[in-house]
């Protein structure tokens, strides 16, 4: 593979799998990830993602396969000898030393000299805005205050990759939206290239610059978020991360489509060859009417459940059990029981070919 010559890639996974005896924890994977990166493996839990991360920082070695790190060989060197920065939901920050010690410490283990240390940890506080808590302890911080010494204690070394296993699994909702976009502006403003596990498709869709999805220990789509969201490749991404519900539909000889359960069919304006389709509806795709040429089902309402502005309604139909649909609030009020008629407008519309 000459993948690795490439210049502007810090990292390159070339086949790398991992077994423990029988089980296949990740099956072979190759892809790469370019300088400045914000790259997300994001799946459901078991699906491969800390394996996958552990493999790159060097906790598991791999059962075959290589990892470069620009254009060096690293499969086989110690966590240390990588020289990669790590960030876990438990903070492990050193409790007896200051938040400026906590970030100077690997500085000194590097045998920076203190001039330059001093300089990097008062850049370092200013990056994470916490120049004014330099001389607390951990245990005197916040969580979220505690997540971003770890941050920059990480990053003080300028390593060329900084790996985060679920940073902000540990905090509350609002802490750990606050942290998202520090997490963000911090990516942003030094440049290097950042490795995210999370299971959160949000998370995920609002850090990343690039999303690995993974679902049984394979990477089965890679791409920026809005990409994978608007056309999913698989009917696992589509219901994973766009939060689609999956249809079975079919697309006639003369361009019409159906779907299985159901005789009446629409023209699809997007011209596909004939054969046996997947329809993925995304709840805010769907509309409540018939909206004229577009696919129309015919349901009943199961449930509604109030989210604040968007109120959430579950809809059985012939077609398919249990469609997410998400309406405003404001408007029209739902209740279990009700019929409605969802369409879908065709530019709205997931359309997946059906093999096999
Ligand atoms: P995720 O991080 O997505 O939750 P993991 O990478 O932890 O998933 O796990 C992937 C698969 O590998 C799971 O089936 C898990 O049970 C298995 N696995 C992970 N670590 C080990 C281990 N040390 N020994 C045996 N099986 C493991």
């Known amino acids: 593979m000459n993948v690795r010559t490439n210049d502007s890639q810090v990292l390159v996974l070339d086949e790398v799998a991992k077994r423990y005896g029988a089980l296949t924890a990740l099956a072979p994977t190759s892809f790469a990830i370019e300088r400045g990166e914000f790259l997300t493996l994001l799946g459901p839990s078991g699906s491969g993602k800390s394996t996958l991360l552990k493999l790159i920082a060097g906790f598991e070695a791999p059962t075959s396969g290589a990892i470069w790190l620009r254009s060096r060989d690293i499969s086989r060197l110690s966590p240390a000898q990588r020289e990669l920065g790590m960030v876990f939901q438990s903070y492990s920050l050193f409790p007896n030393l200051t938040v400026a010690q906590n970030i100077e410490y690997g500085l000194k283990r590097r045998k920076w000299a203190a001039d330059r240390r001093r300089d990097r940890v008062a850049h370092m506080l200013a990056i994470v805005k916490l120049e004014h808590r330099a001389d607390a302890l951990p245990a005197e911080l916040s969580g979220g205050q505690q997540q971003r010494v770890a941050v920059a204690r990480s990053l003080a070394y300028d390593p060329d990759v900084l790996l985060m296993d679920e940073p902000l699994g540990a905090l509350d909702r609002t802490l750990r939206l606050e942290m998202e976009s520090e997490i963000k502006r911090i990516h942003s403003e030094l440049g290097t290239t950042f490795v995210y596990v999370t299971h959160d498709q949000q998370e995920a869709m609002h850090l990343s610059t ?91 309402v199961r449930s509604s459940m109030l989210f604040g502005d968007e109120t959430r309604l579950i809809i059985d139909s012939d077609a398919v059990s249990a469609l997410r649909v998400v309406v405003p609030t404001r408007g029209r009020r739902f209740s279990a029981g009700q019929h409605v008629d969802i369409s879908i407008p065709w530019d709205d519309a997931i359309l997946l070919p059906q093999t096999g």
Do not use: C
């Not at 789509?221 to 698989?234: C, K, M, S, T, V």
């Not at 994973?240 to 304006?269: C, E, K, N």
């Open 210 to 300: 690039r999303i690995a999805i993974m679902n049984n220990s394979e990477v089965i789509a890679l791409g920026e978020p809005d990409d994978l969201f608007r056309n999913p490749p698989n009917s696992f991404t589509a219901e994973f991360f766009s939060d689609a519900t999956m249809v079975a539909g079919r697309i006639d000889h003369d361009g019409r489509f159906s779907f299985a359960q159901g005789d009446t069919a629409w023209g699809d304006p997007t011209r596909r060859s004939s054969g046996l389709y997947l329809f993925g509806i995304r709840p805010r795709a769907a509309k409540v009417g018939v909206i004229d040429g577009a696919p129309v089902l015919q349901g009943i």
